[in-house]
């Protein structure tokens, strides 16, 4: 693998995101959060190509709010093509985790996940994608 070395300009106010980014993620230095940046870049053009992706969709909701879990369940039998498993984890007397394990097209996950994660009631959501292809 070749490595090239070429200078980068930035103004203050990017170098300075740029600082903080690397101290709350715990980069060792620029370069490596640069490379992370352009990684996570790459592989979310490679979603939106529509490549087959595998990944988990990630649900923690408050249990007492009605028919959440009955509008999850009609949502994912909507998509059952793209499920391979869906669980169930009792966190305390409020909270539950949910979590899908998907593989599809990235274009059908994230529709699953943005369908999921935006019902009322749903505390945090989020979708986590690698290509399966």
Same mark, same amino acid.
């Not at 923690?60 to 009955?70: E, G």
């Given at each position: 693998?070749?490595? @090239?070395?070429?200078?980068?300009?930035? $103004?203050?106010?990017?170098?300075?995101?740029?600082?903080?980014?690397? $101290?709350?993620?715990?980069?060792?230095?620029?370069?490596? /959060?640069?490379?992370?940046?352009?990684? @996570?870049?790459?592989? $979310? =053009? =490679?979603?939106?190509?529509? &490549?087959?992706?595998?990944?988990?969709?990630?649900?923690?909701?408050?249990?007492? =709010? +009605?028919?959440?879990?009955? @509008?999850?369940?009609?949502? $994912?039998? /909507?998509? +059952?093509?793209?499920?391979?498993?869906?669980?169930?984890?009792?966190?305390?007397?409020?909270?539950?985790?949910?979590?899908?394990?998907?593989?599809?097209?990235?274009?059908?996950?994230?529709?699953?996940?943005?369908?999921?994660?935006?019902? =009322?009631?749903? @505390? &945090?959501? +989020?979708?986590?994608?690698?290509?399966?292809?």
């Amino acid at each position: 693998m070749a490595l @090239k070395r070429f200078g980068v300009s930035l $103004e203050d106010n990017l170098l300075e995101s740029l600082d903080q980014y690397v $101290e709350e993620n715990g980069f060792a230095n620029r370069s490596q /959060a640069i490379r992370f940046l352009i990684e @996570k870049n790459v592989a $979310e =053009k =490679k979603w939106q190509c529509n &490549h087959i992706v595998a990944g988990t969709i990630i649900i923690m909701y408050d249990q007492a =709010k +009605k028919d959440i879990y009955s @509008k999850m369940i009609t949502i $994912e039998q /909507a998509y +059952k093509d793209v499920i391979l498993s869906s669980s169930q984890y009792y966190i305390n007397q409020n909270f539950c985790l949910h979590i899908v394990t998907v593989m599809g097209t990235a274009h059908s996950l994230t529709e699953l996940s943005d369908r999921l994660t935006t019902l =009322k009631g749903i @505390k &945090h959501g +989020k979708l986590v994608m690698s290509r399966a292809d």
